[in-house]
Every structure is written in C-alpha cells, then in structure tokens.
C-alpha cells in the first residue's frame, strides 16, 4: 500500500530540514578579448579597480579599466594559455607587494617571486601597492644629507634624505653608473636600498647584480627587476612595488633609497597599456 500524500510531504520537509550543505557564493567572468597582454573579462560586474583576477593555470591579472559590460585587465604573467571563454576568478584582493628583511641581497620580480635562482622568500607582510603617499604636513623635513661618494655631486648638488632627484641625460652618459656607486657608498649608513630595473636587458641587469655584490653593497640590497623579456604590465607595477618594498624600511623609522632605472621606459609600457585598454 502506497503512503499518503501527507507522510511523503512530512519525509520531503525531514531530510530538507536535515540536509546540511556549505554553499559558497563564486562571481565568475568569460574572457572576451586576449591579446598583447590586456584581456577582457565580461560578467564581473562586483569587480574593483587594481583588484587581482584569477586566471586559468595559476595567472593572476589586474583590473585596469572598469566598463559598463566589462573590465580590462592586464595579465601578470605570459598569456599564450589563456583564450577566449575561459573562466576569471576574482581574488578579492587589491595588488598588494610582499615585503620584508627577507628581501634583503635579493632580485625579485614586482611581484616578490625570486629571480636569482634562490628559494621562494617568506614576506613578513603586504603592502598595497599603490597607496598614496603623506602629505607634506606630515613628513619630516629634509635635514639629513645622503652622500652619493661623488664628490663633485655632493658639493654642488647636495642630496637629503626624503628628497627626490631626478637624473637626466643621453644614453650611455653614465647615469646608472652613478645610481650604482651611489648604492655602493651606503654600506655602513644605515641606508637601505632598492634598485628597480624596468625594461633593461636581463644581462644589464646582472652586470648591475654583479657589481653590486663585488662591493659588498648587495647584503642591503633589494633589487626589482622587470626586464625587457617580462611582459608590459609587469615593468608598469614595478616602480610601485619597488616604492612599497622602500615604504616598509620608512614605516619602521629606518631609511631607504629607492632607485629607479629607468622612467622612461615606465612612460613607454604605461602608455602601451593605456593605448591597449582604449583609455
């Protein structure tokens, strides 16, 4: 004899009330559009300015450009494996630079992955990578001087600490060699430094590396490099994240010279991106 209609109803309502499942709410956007390194990701609509996306195979991208349909992003990463219809993640993250001691005598990508070959370096925290700075109120004025080892610079040109200075000139004309020996004559100041390359070949690089730790000057050290192999978005976050690693040693009272190699190749890859993301 079949049961009631009620006695199923009842069973129905029993094993509802007794069904215990962990669902978990996941915005998921197609990739429209993928070339040069920038994409376009349709139905992320929650979607935050420099947040991080997740792509296929472990790539992340950040949101440049917030449309009305869609949003740009730029890939982090080699994008050969990513097509159109793959599924995007958001991470609810912001770019954020790992930071850390542990950095020190280092060369890292802007991302803080090693670039030397050397095990992976535990951060001892994050740092937003575009944070604003402090206003002027609230830095401390330039009183102390930061000597370069340049004799005709520091007497003609004296450089503070908390100042910026801007070097120009022709190729070839000396200006990294300067940068160098200006790390150099930091060891035994109390000066931590962060050289950030963008765009230079790889071999420049290690010629900068290899000086570097020929004069002991690497053990106080953190380089950034952003080569001109690595794709644009990586040499566009550089200089930030080169700046966010320099905030860390501020933030603990110690000081930091950030050194960046050079602008004009950042004003090249900021322009690429924004020609790439219609901006």
């Known amino acids: 004899m079949s049961p009631r209609r009620d006695e199923i109803a009842a069973i129905i309502r029993r094993q509802i009330e007794e069904l215990d499942v962990d669902l978990q709410m996941e915005e998921v956007g197609l990739v ?26 472990g790539i992340f991208g950040l949101v440049l450009d917030l449309a009305e ?3 740009g992003v730029a890939i982090l990463g080699p994008d050969r494996g990513i097509k159109e219809g793959d599924e995007v993640r958001r ?29 992976a370096i535990p951060p001892e925290g994050y740092r937003k990578t575009d944070a604003k700075a402090p206003g002027v109120i609230a830095r401390q004025p330039v009183d102390t001087p930061l000597q370069t080892g340049i004799k005709c610079i520091d007497a003609l040109t004296p450089i503070g ?22 790390i150099i004559n930091q060891k035994g100041e109390g000066v931590y ?10 071999s420049t690089v290690a010629k900068a590396v290899d000086a570097l730790r020929r004069h002991g000057a690497l053990d106080y050290t953190i380089v950034v490099a952003a080569t001109a192999e690595d794709p644009t978005p990586l040499q566009y976050i550089a200089p930030y ?32 991106i924004s020609l790439l993301l219609r901006r």
Not at 193 to 202: E, L, M, N, P, R
Not at 241 to 256: I, K, L, S, V, Y
């Open 32 to 57: 429209v559009e993928i070339g040069d390194g920038i994409a376009r990701v349709w139905g992320l609509r929650s979607a935050m300015a420099s947040e991080l996306l997740l792509f296929p195979g």
């Open 91 to 119: 991470t609810g993250r912001v770019l954020s630079t790992p930071v850390g001691t542990a950095f020190l005598g280092r060369v890292v990508s802007p991302l803080g992955e090693p670039r030397d070959g050397g095990e």
């Open 241 to 272: 994240a080169g700046c966010a690693m320099g905030e860390f040693f501020r933030d603990r009272g110690e000081d930091a010279l950030v050194i960046y190699d050079d602008l004009s190749k950042h004003a090249v890859a900021y322009r690429e």
């Open 193 to 202: 430094c962060i050289y950030v390359a963008i765009g230079q070949k790889s």
């Open 161 to 182: 600490r908390g100042q910026r200075e801007l070097l120009i000139g022709d190729r070839r004309t000396g200006k990294t060699a300067i940068a160098i020996d200006t």
């Open 69 to 71: 349909d869609s949003v």
